[in-house]
């Protein structure tokens, strides 16, 4: 547990490497399925993915009770305020990840992931229609989190509720999804590139797409012509930022390059999905690829985070 003076400093954006451990573990999981693997890989990292949301629940939680204002603060910041829905994000996924070993224990998780998700949904856009300091300057892709967020809720909804909820839910999401998008390439090429820090989060282009995708497909059970233009709408977004590596490449490491990790992994479930429906053997090709790049880029973003952690650059005061 981290001490006091760095508990102080503890980020709500720790809880996208659940996020993007949570979509490893359900890409995974998918693939042993569709594949019938001899192995399991999935078990071992719904564990750990598991373990790693109690510990940075517990130490958030102190942070909260602890520390109020610096907790607050973070609530109503312009920039932070939008990675506050990652923790009800990570009860979805983690109720989409334990929904083939326990279905009582998923739908208590879908329940408190959802419910979380609408009152922060609420919050953040109540914050954006009263609130003045928001600048074109704040906005980058982390923006999506909050609003289109509210796109996964279906995957686990569908076997856990009436289907007119996951469909409210789905609506919320993708409504908002081209309003936002349309607003950040307003940002991103009017208004100046990102800060270093937040260049990461233009992976979370690929997500809302691709995992609008997975949701479609489970209310509607196929592959029709919406759900095409989803899945190849969020396969251009990862060629057209896989083809900016070097990019990327050079950024220094902060707690935003898990940004990266979701949404590799929600189009490679995509391609999974895509090769079930279709039988296509290119689209089981690709999300071979694409698991390997996922599983390595997590596997290296452990690492790394590992690394700050132990020189104690991050939880610091910025």
Known sequence: MATPARL??????????????????????????IL???????????????????VLMV?????????RGEAAAEWLHP????????I??????????????????????WLSGTALH?????????????????????????????????????????????????????????????????????RVIFHGSLPERLMPTLFILIAPPAVGFLSYVKL????????RILYYAALFFTILLIGQVRWFARLKFYLSWWAYSFPLAAITISSLVMFKHTGNP??????????????????ALFIRTGIAVARRDICVAE
């Open 118 to 186: 609408l009152v922060l949904t609420l919050h953040v856009i109540t914050q954006w229609m009263h609130r003045t300091q928001f600048e074109i300057a704040h906005l980058n892709p982390a923006w999506f989190i909050p609003v289109v967020g509210n796109i996964l809720i279906p995957i686990a909804g569908v076997q856990h509720a009436p289907a007119e909820i996951s469909w409210f839910f789905f609506s919320i999401g993708i409504v908002f999804w081209p309003v936002l998008l349309a607003i950040i390439f307003n």
């Open 88 to 109: 009800s994000i990570a009860l979805i996924l983690l109720s989409i990840a334990w929904l083939p070993f326990s279905a009582p224990y998923s739908k208590l998780l």
């Open 8 to 33: 102080q400093h503890f980020p709500v954006a720790w809880f996208a490497m659940i996020m993007g451990l949570g979509g490893l573990t359900i890409a995974w999981l998918r693939t042993e399925e």
């Open 36 to 54: 019938a693997l001899s192995f399991s890989i999935s078990p071992w990292l719904l564990g750990l993915t598991t373990g790693l949301f109690i």
């Open 220 to 227: 509607t059970g196929e592959v029709d012509a919406f759900a």
């Open 79 to 86: 920039v932070k305020m939008n990675f506050v829905p990652t």
């Open 59 to 67: 130490g958030y939680s102190i942070k909260v009770v602890k520390y």
């Open 282 to 299: 290119l689209f089981l090709r690709l999300s071979g690829i694409l698991l390997a790049i996922t599983t390595v880029v997590i596997a």
